[in-house]
């Protein structure tokens, strides 16, 4: 249950960012709308990924969905390590991690510092998850 959880969060995220990308019409395989800065007098200029209006929108969201697949295998891994011993109090820990994902996710999209909340918040609850592995790992070993 804990692991369908982390994909209805999955879902979520992937929704917000579905939506932004409408509006910024940034058509797939596209990840990411870009801008080119510091050209003028120069001969090379720089590009950084776009933060204003619709397309910052979207870039926003699209990271946001990335920070949570680069941390889905870690956090999968707390969940099947330690939902064996605690099943219960994992799946608390992991519908919270989701929402406090979406809620960073939603953040992050209307602004950079929009993601903070859910982000301290979902890695304080990883911290948990990985404290119980943790835990039984200690009471494993000892017996």
Do not use: C, W
Not at 2 to 7: C, E, G, M, Q, Y
Not at 31 to 44: D, F, I, M, R
Not at 99 to 122: E, H, N, P, Q, W
């Amino acid at each position: 249950a804990a692991l369908i959880v982390l994909k209805v969060g999955q879902f979520l995220m992937g929704a917000n960012a579905g939506n932004a990308r409408k509006y910024a019409k940034v058509h797939t395989p596209d990840q990411h709308v870009y801008q080119v800065k510091g050209a003028e007098g120069s001969k090379l200029g720089y590009v950084l990924m776009d933060n204003d209006g619709k397309n910052g929108r979207f870039n926003r969201a699209q990271r946001a969905l990335q920070n949570y697949q680069e941390t889905y295998p870690q956090t999968l891994a707390y969940i099947l390590a330690s939902g064996f011993v605690y099943p219960k109090e994992v799946f608390v820990l992991a519908a919270m991690y989701a929402t406090f994902r979406v809620v960073s996710a939603i953040g992050y999209t209307s602004s950079t510092d929009g993601r903070m909340a859910g982000f301290i918040g979902s890695n304080f609850i990883a911290s948990i998850m990985e404290v119980l592995v943790g835990i039984i790992a200690f009471k494993t070993i000892l017996g």
